[in-house]
């Protein structure tokens, strides 16, 4: 956990660097990362599903604004884990465990005057996540009859959909908060003993949710 903080704080670090004295701005703060309830067919069958569960890390966004209306804003965060479940015919029963990084570039329109202490805004943008370390559980191992399992979910590229605000305390300091939806929809396959066992298109969805501290340079 320390060497994934430390490289997301390196990492805005080096974003921030080049435009110290620009329009930049810092945001930190916890974002979770919540999964569509609605579950993904295994094989084609509608009869057994898979559904992801919801999880909370450390989120640090970036914004850079070019005029007093329009942001353009990286988001990042430490990579999130998540439990896969069964549902229908197999309800009850962990599939695998996975971690994956959504990091997304969001255009943002700021709405009222750049003096305002608060400010709401709308964002548009896209996102490329990143699934890894994905480990089968006992159960489906189990099921398949073998310890030799393997997970294996495809990167996705999506939209994202965004409205949030910044309220502003001082010149600095100041309170962020945004709601995101994203659209990732990633194929899984799951190999036993070296051949394909199960399949399914997993579409995750998620609602995504920050709160955080704003520090503007």
Do not use: C
Not at 98 to 108: D, E, F, G, R, T
Not at 121 to 140: H, K, M, R, W
């Amino acid at each position: 956990m320390k060497k994934q903080l430390s490289a997301a704080l390196l990492t805005s670090l080096l974003i921030a660097s080049p435009f110290a004295s620009a329009n930049l701005s810092v945001n930190v703060g916890a974002i979770n990362v919540n999964p569509d309830n609605s579950s993904s067919a295994i094989n084609e069958d509608p009869s057994l599903g898979l559904k992801g569960s919801s999880d909370t890390q450390l989120g640090i966004t970036v914004d850079y604004a070019f005029n007093d209306q329009w942001v353009l804003e990286l988001v990042a965060a430490t990579p999130f884990s998540h439990e896969v479940n069964g549902t229908g015919g197999l309800a009850g029963n962990k599939i695998a465990d996975i971690k994956q990084l959504p990091p997304s570039l969001i255009a943002q329109y700021h709405f009222l005057e750049s003096t305002s202490a608060f400010r709401p805004f709308v964002g548009v943008g896209i996102n490329y996540t990143v699934f890894f370390d994905e480990q089968p559980s006992t159960a489906l191992k189990t099921v398949l009859g073998t310890n030799d399992v393997e997970v294996k979910l495809d990167n996705s590229f999506g939209f994202v959909a965004q409205a949030g605000f910044n309220y502003m305390l001082d010149q600095n300091w100041g309170v962020h908060a945004m709601v995101s939806i994203m659209d990732i929809e990633t194929d899984a396959t799951v190999y036993a003993g070296g051949k394909q066992a199960l399949t399914s298109t997993v579409k995750i969805d998620p609602v995504v949710a920050m709160l955080g501290v704003k520090y503007a340079f």
